[in-house]
């Protein structure tokens, strides 16, 4: 109504009233409105809207800018971290996983499907490529949404994981020559990257595997619980934070021989 009161955060009640023999139809439900970004006093936190689920996120440190898959809306998020508002969304079919590279200069995007995509953060502009199909193996081929990560690397390498129904397979693929390689190894955890890309970390069963990137080759350190998970890797990958040591809920510092620290 044009002088209904303003208000904000109310209870609403929707009546339809039906043109037919048959008794209206009520429903109540709360209107939030949500304040604008740059809107909360007082708070060091914000809300920014991509009007869906984002996946994964990764931060460009020389443009200020956040990078978010929104697979419900096929296309990565731009965020400025000044403005903190959308300012571009890059439409990319079933971006499922981002990552940045060292130098800032690109951010790849892991899909629903073999096609994988490196941002520019400078023009923002996405390029195309294509995973050999020879890569995958057994329900790869069928589906890769359920728990799919891709990692860059310090070599200008890319470490994919393609993981399906409890199953999972790991990956490094060379996007100058389109060569990709299957790692042999059963770790079904989640991979975390050090923050210069030489190493990445995953445990499964009672070890953990450090995929090392200038020796191409993965070592096995054991004594991890069955169900832990490396939550965060430091800079050179001389640290890690792991769950499950005492509990699930317990998060421990160790070093990269699995000392307590």
Same mark, same amino acid.
């Given at each position: 109504?044009?002088?209904?009161?303003?208000?904000?955060?109310?209870?609403?009640?929707? =009546?339809? +009233? *039906?043109?037919?023999? /048959?008794?209206?139809? &009520?429903?109540?439900?709360?209107?939030?409105? #949500?304040? !604008?970004?740059?809107?909360?006093?007082?708070?060091?936190?914000?809300?920014?809207?991509?009007?869906?689920?984002?996946?994964?996120?990764?931060?460009?440190?020389?443009?200020?800018?956040?990078?978010?898959?929104?697979?419900?809306?096929?296309?990565?998020?731009?965020?400025?971290?000044?403005?903190?508002?959308?300012?571009?969304?890059?439409?990319?079919?079933?971006?499922?996983?981002?990552?940045?590279?060292?130098?800032?200069?690109?951010?790849?995007?892991? =899909?629903? +499907? *073999?096609?994988?995509? /490196?941002?520019?953060? &400078?023009?923002?502009?996405?390029?195309?490529? #294509?995973? !050999?199909?020879?890569?995958?193996?057994?329900?790869?081929?069928?589906?890769?949404?359920?728990?799919?990560?891709?990692?860059?690397?310090?070599?200008?390498?890319?470490?994919?994981?393609?993981?399906?129904?409890?199953?999972?397979?790991?990956?490094?693929?060379?996007?100058?020559?389109?060569?990709?390689?299957?790692?042999?190894?059963?770790?079904?955890?989640?991979?975390?990257?050090?923050?210069?890309?030489?190493?990445?970390?995953?445990?499964?069963?009672?070890?953990?595997?450090?995929?090392?990137? /200038?020796?191409?080759?993965?070592?096995?350190?054991?004594?991890?619980?069955?169900?832990?998970?490396?939550?965060?890797?430091?800079?050179?990958?001389?640290?890690?934070?792991?769950?499950?040591?005492?509990?699930?809920?317990?998060?421990?510092?160790?070093?990269?021989?699995?000392?307590?620290?």
């Amino acid at each position: 109504a044009p002088h209904a009161p303003v208000q904000q955060n109310v209870s609403v009640t929707l =009546t339809g +009233t *039906p043109s037919g023999s /048959a008794p209206p139809a &009520t429903a109540q439900f709360f209107a939030d409105v #949500t304040q !604008p970004p740059g809107s909360l006093a007082n708070s060091r936190t914000d809300y920014v809207s991509t009007a869906g689920t984002p996946s994964s996120g990764t931060y460009d440190r020389v443009h200020n800018l956040i990078f978010v898959s929104n697979p419900d809306w096929n296309r990565v998020d731009v965020i400025s971290n000044v403005t903190h508002k959308i300012v571009k969304s890059v439409p990319i079919r079933g971006a499922i996983s981002v990552d940045i590279t060292q130098d800032s200069s690109l951010v790849w995007v892991q =899909t629903m +499907t *073999p096609q994988v995509y /490196a941002i520019d953060t &400078t023009t923002l502009q996405a390029t195309h490529y #294509t995973i !050999p199909a020879t890569g995958f193996t057994g329900a790869e081929l069928n589906l890769l949404d359920v728990r799919d990560r891709i990692l860059a690397l310090s070599d200008g390498t890319v470490f994919l994981d393609f993981g399906y129904d409890g199953a999972t397979q790991f990956e490094v693929w060379n996007p100058q020559t389109n060569q990709l390689t299957v790692l042999e190894t059963s770790q079904d955890g989640y991979p975390v990257r050090s923050g210069d890309g030489a190493h990445v970390f995953s445990i499964g069963g009672s070890s953990i595997s450090i995929y090392d990137v /200038a020796s191409k080759t993965i070592n096995f350190v054991g004594g991890v619980p069955q169900y832990g998970s490396v939550v965060a890797v430091n800079q050179d990958g001389s640290r890690l934070i792991m769950t499950g040591f005492t509990s699930l809920n317990t998060m421990t510092l160790f070093d990269r021989n699995l000392n307590n620290l």
